[in-house]
């Protein structure tokens, strides 16, 4: 082609230009790719005008539809803020604001594509296509033989040669160009089709400032494909061949290359989010089992402390111990079983309680026969006694009963583990610490209801279990064991005063028995009081009287049951109690008494000490105003020393000999052959007796001189008022010494007294023996002469003991 016709090409392409249609979309300036966008912190962000106000992130709960329908309303707005061009007017515009969600935005991509393809292949088998498929392999040819003919033309010495071919070749290769730019496009529109797939799936996870950016900016580029698509549409294949060929078209390579790089820095942040996010779930996770570790130790050290304490405390042996309890209680059912046989003791049961017994029994073999699951649930029912006004307090008097049985180290254990048990129930309700009383007392007082449901459940479940364990105990240590080889009619149950069951053959003597509970009681609690005589067998049958040595031969038969009672000497004006030295009041026939200080319950019986004469007369009754006050003094025979007298719980039976003077007359003296035998023990009776019987009365005979006897009737009076007042002041001293009557009085100063009181005892008896010496020769001179009246003393005994 000669020069002069590629300027005719370049002076028509302007023309063809200014002759395309007026509603055309307008060319957008070239620009550079970082156009337009600020950096903050490296990241890509779009600038926002004055008058628009930044939009807010998307939410992670926003709908996947909404999420991208917002993307693209943004692209809309920033492609106006870069480009300048309003769309409002436009189809594309007019299209896209029709799309609701990201589904009609792809079908409006997918629609546009379509269309391109069309325009670019308007009639698949039409002669047009089939033509510039024909002639496009031969172009492509002819291209090859220009460039290597320019190339031979240029080498050689003809002048101008690869000029002519040039032109050629620019001619050739404009029809290829337009062919690669509508092959580019195309590529274009699949690009964002596929792009949009993956930001549907995007969505659904928050968007951060940085992605957000970059999501915006891609979609501009896919407006300004779109542009370019409905641009190339709008030209014709002669204005598509000037723009090739004068190069004016190339917006379309940068709008290619930006988005290349945009789909790739979209692929690196999805990276670094994702690194992001692993590192994020490794920190937790790495925290996570720090805390677990933590509390697997501190799991695993409450464990080994329990351990500790299980293994302390015993509880591990207590399938040890309740099976040597199952073996025992079956020996002694079996025993059982054989002394009934062997006596020919039958065992009868009533027409309905058999009938009651048939029906369990086929109850249980029909429940044998069942297949029962593999798990299972216990459930243990437990029937409860109704309570009520009257025996809800006898009950309770047994229970406190029988805790005072216990000793001293078992009550202190016991009331402490009730303690730790109303603790834990408090803080189980409010969920504060045990080591705060404060709020266990606040807890306790503001939820009453609540930790008496949660407490009344462990305090049961506890004292029960003690009380098994208490048994398992005594089980293994018993000290003497019952003895296999006597049978029940040649034999006699002792029960020493620590309550421990003996039994014995009934060919024993007193002093073998003797011997018995010296060996028994050695070492323990009562061995002094045994050693010193100082006690007595009680026969529980019948009127509970006391068998003597004398008379044991006679007294003693089989199947007896005796109980040992150590015997204490008060010689007071009234009795009182031996536990805590309260006074006893209120002694009637056929009554029961109870101790105000110790709740202990007594009843009396009679049992004389000296010798009963059936032909005395009865004693008048007298006013109390006549009676003597003297303090309580020590057993006769017996040991005195503080550890007997600290604690006298222990002791099951105890007898008082209470000696006190009845006086008929104001010059009678004291005498101790009136004395007054109490018994106590710590169970209730079940039958109240009571009778006095009086003494044989003692005198001198009457003298003859009326004046001698008033003589000596007054030095006698002025002798006994004289020693009465002094005695009667010095022991009111000492009984409010070991009694005192303020409850505030600790037990340290009690016992203090206490000590002091025994020495001053220990003078008394000394006095007492002077007395007696002063006593017996008063009454030697009073019998040498005549007496005006008799001269009496009543000895009466009370006594107790319980079957």
């Known amino acids: 082609m000669p020069s002069g016709s590629h300027i005719r090409?370049?002076?028509?392409?302007?023309?063809?230009?200014?002759?395309?249609k007026p509603d055309r979309l307008p060319q957008p300036a070239p620009l550079d790719p970082t156009e337009g966008i600020d950096s903050v912190d490296g990241n890509a962000q779009l600038p926002l005008s004055d008058g628009d106000p930044a939009q807010p992130f998307l939410s992670a709960h926003q709908d996947d539809d909404v999420v991208v329908t917002n993307?693209?309303?943004e692209a809309l707005a920033s492609y106006k803020l870069l480009t300048g061009v309003v769309l409002e007017n436009s189809d594309l515009y007019r299209q896209i604001r029709a799309c609701s969600d990201e589904r009609a935005i792809v079908s409006t991509l997918e629609s546009t594509a379509g269309a391109f393809e069309m325009y670019r292949h308007p009639a698949p088998y039409g002669v047009g296509a089939r033509m510039r498929s024909t002639l496009i392999p031969i172009v492509r040819a002819v291209l090859a033989m220009l460039e290597v003919a320019g190339e031979a033309a240029a080498s050689s010495t003809l002048p101008g040669g690869k000029a002519v071919f040039v032109a050629i070749g620019i001619l050739l290769k404009t029809i290829d160009g337009v062919s690669a730019r509508f092959d580019a496009v195309a590529a274009l529109l699949g690009k964002f089709k596929f792009y949009l797939a993956r930001l549907n799936v995007r969505s659904g996870i928050p968007f951060?400032?940085?992605?957000?950016?970059l999501a915006v900016e891609i979609l501009v580029q896919m407006l300004r494909t779109l542009a370019i698509a409905a641009r190339t549409m709008r030209r014709n294949r002669l204005e598509h061949f000037l723009a090739v060929l004068v190069g004016r078209d190339d917006d379309l390579k940068d709008v290619s290359k930006r988005a290349d790089i945009l789909v790739d820095e979209e692929a690196r942040l999805t990276l670094a989010e994702a690194a992001r996010a692993v590192h994020n779930l490794s920190s937790e996770l790495s925290d996570a089992l720090i805390r677990m570790e933590a509390e697997l130790r501190a799991i695993l050290s409450g464990v080994e402390d329990l351990s500790a304490n299980l293994q302390a405390s015993g509880a591990m042996e207590m399938p040890a111990k309740f099976e040597e309890f199952k073996v025992q209680s079956k020996w002694d059912m079996d025993r059982i079983f054989a002394e009934l046989a062997e006596n020919?003791?039958?065992?009868?049961?009533?027409?309905?309680?058999?009938?009651?017994?048939?029906?369990?029994?086929?109850?249980?073999?029909?429940?044998?026969?069942?297949?029962?699951?593999k798990d299972t649930i216990l459930v243990a029912r437990f029937p409860l006694p109704s309570f009520n006004s009257t025996s809800f307090p006898g009950m309770a008097s047994r229970l406190l009963e029988r805790f005072r049985s216990f000793s001293a180290e078992d009550q202190v254990a016991l009331r402490r583990g009730i303690a730790n048990l109303y603790a834990f129930a408090a803080v189980s309700v409010s969920g504060g610490n045990v080591g705060n009383p404060s709020e266990i007392l606040l807890t306790s007082i503001l939820e009453p209801s609540a930790v008496l449901s949660a407490?009344?459940?462990m305090a049961i479940t506890f004292i029960a279990m003690s009380m098994l364990w208490r048994v398992c105990v005594s089980r293994s240590h018993r000290e003497i064991p019952r003895g296999p080889g006597y049978a029940r009619k040649d034999t006699l149950i002792l029960i020493d005063v620590l309550g421990t069951h003996i039994v014995l053959p009934l060919n024993m003597t007193w002093a073998d028995i003797h011997s018995l509970l010296l060996e028994q009681l050695s070492g323990k609690a009562g061995w002094k009081y045994v050693q010193s005589n100082a006690y007595?067998?009680?026969d529980t049958s019948g009127d509970s009287s006391f068998l003597e040595p004398h008379s044991w031969e006679k007294s003693v038969r089989s199947g007896m049951v005796l109980e040992m009672s150590v015997i204490i000497?008060?010689?007071?004006?009234?009795?009182?109690?031996?536990?805590?030295?309260?006074?006893?009041?209120?002694?009637?026939?056929?009554?029961?008494?109870?101790?105000?200080?110790?709740?202990?319950?007594?009843r009396a019986s009679h049992d004389d000490l000296s010798e009963a004469d059936p032909s005395g007369d009865s004693c008048p009754s007298l006013p109390r105003d006549a009676l003597d006050t003297v303090p309580p003094a020590?057993?006769?025979?017996?040991?005195?020393?503080?550890?007997?007298t600290q604690d006298m719980s222990v002791f099951r039976s105890i007898t008082i000999i209470h000696s006190m003077k009845l006086r008929s007359s104001p010059t009678d003296v004291y005498s101790p052959e009136s004395e007054f035998m109490l018994g106590y023990t710590g169970i209730i009776p079940q039958s109240v007796t009571t009778s006095t019987d009086s003494n044989r009365r003692r005198g001198v005979s009457e003298s003859d001189d009326p004046a001698e006897y008033e003589r000596q009737r007054l030095v006698k009076k002025e002798y006994a008022k004289t020693f009465r007042d002094n005695e009667k002041h010095h022991f009111e001293q000492l009984r409010r010494r070991l009694f005192p009557t303020d409850p505030n009085t600790r037990r340290a100063e009690c016992l203090e007294r206490a000590v002091v009181a025994l020495d001053e005892l220990e003078a008394y008896k000394i006095r007492m023996m002077q007395r007696e010496a002063e006593i017996q020769k008063l009454r030697a001179a009073l019998e040498q002469t005549p007496t005006a009246e008799a001269q009496g003393w009543e000895s009466s005994t009370y006594s107790s003991g319980w079957r």
């Open 9 to 20: 090409v370049k002076e028509l392409l302007p023309r063809a230009l200014k002759r395309r």
């Open 71 to 73: 993307l693209w309303r």
């Open 208 to 213: 951060g400032r940085s992605a957000r950016s």
């Open 344 to 373: 020919n003791v039958h065992v009868q049961v009533s027409t309905r309680s058999a009938q009651r017994i048939n029906e369990v029994e086929s109850r249980l073999a029909s429940l044998e026969d069942r297949i029962l699951p």
């Open 455 to 457: 407490f009344l459940p």
């Open 536 to 538: 007595k067998l009680v």
């Open 569 to 602: 000497r008060q010689v007071t004006r009234t009795i009182y109690c031996p536990l805590c030295a309260t006074a006893i009041v209120g002694f009637s026939g056929g009554a029961v008494v109870r101790c105000i200080g110790c709740r202990r319950q007594y």
């Open 634 to 644: 020590p057993p006769k025979n017996a040991a005195t020393s503080m550890e007997e």
